[in-house]
Structure formats: C-alpha cells, structure tokens
C-alpha cells in the first residue's frame, strides 16, 4: 500500500467522512460516532427500581431526643423485621476495619420501634429507630445499624455539650421541587460551608407530594450522609399533608419528642415539639393547624409557655406558613397575631419560615435603632429547591414590618453561627455567593442588637443620632450610634457642615462601643462652634466612617 497522502477533494468521500469524525469528536468532547446512540433513546429507569429497599439499610437520618446530651435517636429503612432491627455504638476510635474494637467497647441495641409503609411503587419501605441512652455529653461516637448481618457504615455523631457551647446549625427553605435535579447542590454547598454543624433545620415542604415514596426517596438522597450524621429538626409544610391528614411517612422517619402541648391534640403529635441545644431553645411548631381554633390554641398556650419559662439565652422558632409573607398574594394573620406579640415580647431571636418560594429577612419597624440596626426578633423566609414565586414586601410594610433583604429567583441556604454573646446568620446562593446576614447581639440582661453585616455601602453616611439639632453656644449634645463592633474605638469629632467628607473637624474625644456595638457620648461644644454656624458629628473608627444631621448653633 502506498504512503502517498490522497489530495483534499471537496464533497469526496473523505471530506465526508473527515467531517463525521470532527462533529462526532465535538459531541460531549468526545470521540463518539453517530450510530453509538443506536435508533432510540434509553429508557427512563423505573422509581420502583430506583428506590425499591433491601436488607442493607438506607435514608438513615439523625433526630434528636429531649436530652441531646446525653442520647440520640436514629433511623433508617431496610427489608428487616424488628426482632432482628438493631444498631452498634462505641466512642469514635482512631482507626477501625483492620483494628478490631476491644472487647466490650460495642454496645449492641435493638430497634426501639419498627413501621411499615406501604408506598404506591409496589413494595413496603419499613422504617426503624434506635435510640442510644447514658451517653456522654460532647463526645464523639461511632455507630452503624442494621440487622445483623447486613450493616450500614459505621458514622461518627457527637452529643450536644451539657452546657451552652459554640456550635453552628443550618437552615433550608422549602426543597420540595427539582429533588433530585436542582436541589442536591444546595445541600452539598451548605454541608461543604460547615461541615462542623451540628442541626439542619428544615422549615416544612420537604416533598412536594405527602405520600410519594419517589420523591422521600430523593430527598434522603440529596441529603444523603449528612442526614446520619447531622440532627435534623424539620416541621411539616401544607406538602406534608394529603387531604388534611399527615404523610404516613412522617412519624415512622420522624421520632421527635413527645413534648408538645399538653393533652396532644392527635393533629400535633411530632409536629410540634421542642429541643434545647447547648444554650438555644429550638421550638416546632405547626402551622396547617391555624384553622383550628381549638388546636391552634393550645398550641399558642404551649408556645408561651415555653418562651416565658427559658433557661436559655437564644431562642429559635421554625415554622411553614410566615409571620410576614414575602410572595404575591399569601398572609397569615392568624399566625401573626397569635405568635408575633410573643415573639416581641419574649425576645425570641430567629423565626425560620418556607412556604413563599422566595427570600426576605427583617424585623419590626418600631424597632429600628439606626439604617442598619434593629433591636427585635428576626424573622427569615427562604426556599432551597427549585421553585420559585415572586417577591411582594406588602405585607411586611402593612402590617409595621421592615423587610431589610429579600430576593427572588434564588435557591438559599443559610449558616447560623451561635457564640455565647452572639449568632451570625447569613444566606448564600446554591453557588456559594453571599447574599445577606447579620449578627444577633445580646448581653446578660438580655438587650439585643441586630446588626446588617457591613458592606462600604451601608457604613458611611448620616447614620448618628443626636437628641436636639439646635444648640446654643457651649450648650450641650447626646450623640447615639449603632453598628459597631464591641469594644471599637471611636474618634468623635465636630465638623463644620461646609466643609468636605475629607475633613475630619474639631477633635472632641473619643469612646468605645459597648457590648452590643451601640456608642452613646455627651460632650459640650467647643469655643469654635459660634453663634449661627451649623455642624455635624462625624464618628470615625476602624469599622465606620457616619455623620450626624446638621447642628445649628443659636445665640
């Protein structure tokens, strides 16, 4: 055969043939022909195959119990029965697999409860709960489940401390739609941002059909490990319900504490109940009851009860239906004007709500200290999955609300960061991008602050109050400013109102924040402050660069 090249003929069979292999080479970026796609397209792998159980258990999530510091529930699904149900725990050793446990570190326990479903998919997923007790406070575990002979891995959880501890927890929106598409990025982005958490806190809608063995299935999927190793606190959305009765999934996979209103109303049994996680009282509470007015007051009662007495310092509430709705044409005044005047009144911290399909974060206006402070609860509205509605504020702003951040068209989580003195909270993207938060600030005697985190925006400009804008000659002013950090500096000057932001003014002094961030600062005017002149305070600190409105000096 010879070596000689061909020549190049336009429309040849080579120049034919040259061209498949170029667009086959540029499908996907590789080198595929035509015909490997064969004459039809594959088919859609069944749900019931997909999601069909086996004796190797699966959906395994954690939940806590009344006392997280010293027990645990778990639970999964497997084809097993409850005499064979069981679970091991040991203190998390350094290696395993090869190193063989000592003799009596592995506790066996059996399944504390077994329930069956039977889903539409052809088959029953059967859930079982174990639950560990005398653990130890703020100790790490290992622990697998099974029945004996088919075992999950083991996982590693570690107990809440028995007193109040650092520890950060996040909070989702409604999943609901796009389970298995759009949602599982939000849930690895959050995990990858904290994978220190010890609560994921689910605000109801977590399916978008009650009883959907397919969409459960997606949803433990788009969790998948974390959900072992992480407690979940959810509460159910209107989704959760199918004709006004509860998902028959939601109690076999949702242990909760029965310590919810006394005398259980059966439409509140695991939907509403209440944790408290090293210094934070987490409360659920349901609200597809709000149109039953016996129900949804007990409820109320139970719920003040719970405010009124609390140990704690920080206070979370999570619920479905908000106080302040965010999308066109939803309101909830029921739940507004049942549980909002408790919140104010008993210095709840966080209310985490769903249910609009969009983003909003604020506070009560009465409560407005300075542009970007407020002193209230903070009441947050968000979605993670894939559906979306658009924003409408009216709500907020008719019913004396201030809505500080809102956004549509965004999948959100959000990282709740809580220290003794303050929780940060802040909401990203599903691509990790900021969107907003602020710091909680609260001292020993329960004064709050809430502070926007900065941006260059919104720390310059008149941002200081003074508590009279006509003073005479030598006569006396009140300056009042929010937004710092505790303990900054400041360096109070006054500075003639003619003049440029470039001049600082007349030194007058200086002053440090207190714990909250707030500055209060009396000071006389200096000689240089005459009759007819007109001035404004500038604050200068590490943080924040804001001016007062105009001082007029009078005789």
């Known amino acids: 055969m010879s070596d000689v090249k061909r020549p190049w003929i336009p429309g040849s069979r080579r120049a034919r043939l040259t061209a498949i292999g170029a667009a086959a080479m540029l499908v996907g970026g590789f080198a595929v022909s035509p015909v490997a796609f064969g004459d039809a397209a594959p088919g859609k792998h069944p749900a019931a195959e997909i999601h069909r159980p086996s004796p190797m258990p699966d959906r395994i999530i954690l939940t806590p119990t009344a006392t997280p510091a010293t027990s645990q529930r778990v639970t999964w699904r497997a084809e097993a029965t409850g005499e064979w149900a069981q679970a091991e725990i040991l203190e998390a050793p350094a290696a ?216 704690n310092k920080w206070t979370v509430v999570t619920f479905h239906h908000p106080v302040y709705s965010t999308a066109e044409g939803r309101n909830n005044p029921v739940v507004r004007a049942q549980w909002g005047p408790l919140f104010e009144k008993y210095g709840v911290d966080l209310v985490l709500q769903g249910h609009d399909h969009t983003y909003g974060r604020g506070s009560v206006s009465a409560s407005r200290r300075s542009v970007t402070v407020h002193d209230s609860t903070v009441y947050a509205v968000s979605v993670s999955g894939g559906k979306m509605y658009d924003v409408d504020g009216s709500v907020w702003t008719d019913n004396a609300a201030d809505i500080m951040s809102q956004a549509e068209d965004k999948q959100l989580y959000q990282l709740i960061d809580v220290t003794g003195d303050s929780i940060r909270y802040e909401a990203r993207y599903a691509n990790g991008q900021h969107h907003d938060g602020v710091v909680i600030r609260k001292n020993a005697a329960g004064e709050r602050t809430v502070n926007e985190l900065r941006t260059p925006e919104n720390t310059v400009g008149e941002q200081v109050k003074v508590n009279k804008t006509i003073v005479e000659a030598k006569g006396k002013v009140k300056v009042n400013a929010y937004g710092y950090d505790p303990g900054e500096e400041v360096t109070v000057y006054l500075r003639d109102s003619k003049d440029g932001a470039g001049r600082k003014g007349v030194f007058i002094g200086y002053r440090k924040a207190d714990e909250l961030g707030r500055l209060v600062y009396s000071f006389a005017l200096p000689p240089s402050a005459r009759k007819n002149s007109t001035h404004v305070v500038y604050l200068d600190s590490e943080n924040q660069q804001i001016t007062s409105p105009v001082i007029t000096v009078t005789k």
């Open 96 to 311: 395993l697999g090869a190193v063989v446990p000592a003799a009596g570190t592995v506790s066996v326990v059996k399944a504390m409860s077994t329930k069956s479903v039977n889903t539409s998919l052809g088959y029953a997923s059967t859930y079982h709960t174990v639950e560990f007790l005398g653990l130890k406070p703020g100790t790490r575990y290992t622990y697998r489940v099974g029945d004996g002979t088919n075992w999950s891995a083991w996982t590693d959880f570690t107990t809440a401390t028995s007193d109040a501890r650092p520890f950060s927890f996040i909070y989702y929106g409604d999943a609901q739609n796009y389970l298995d598409s759009a949602l599982p990025r939000v849930f690895r982005q959050a995990f990858a941002d904290r994978p220190q958490a010890k609560v994921i806190v689910n605000a109801g809608d977590l399916i978008d059909s009650a009883n959907s063995e397919e969409q459960w299935g997606q949803w433990y999927q788009a969790g998948s490990f974390v959900d072992s190793q992480i407690n979940n606190i959810s509460i159910p959305g209107n989704h959760e319900y199918s004709g006004g009765v509860l998902s028959q999934f939601w109690t076999p996979q949702f242990p909760y504490p029965d310590n919810g209103p006394a005398g259980w109303p059966a439409e509140l049994a695991k939907t509403a109940y209440t944790v408290d996680y090293q210094g934070v009282r987490f409360i659920g509470l349901n609200t597809n009851v709000q149109g039953i007015p016996d129900v949804m007051a007990a409820q109320t009662a139970w719920l003040e009860g719970l405010l009124k007495d609390n140990p």
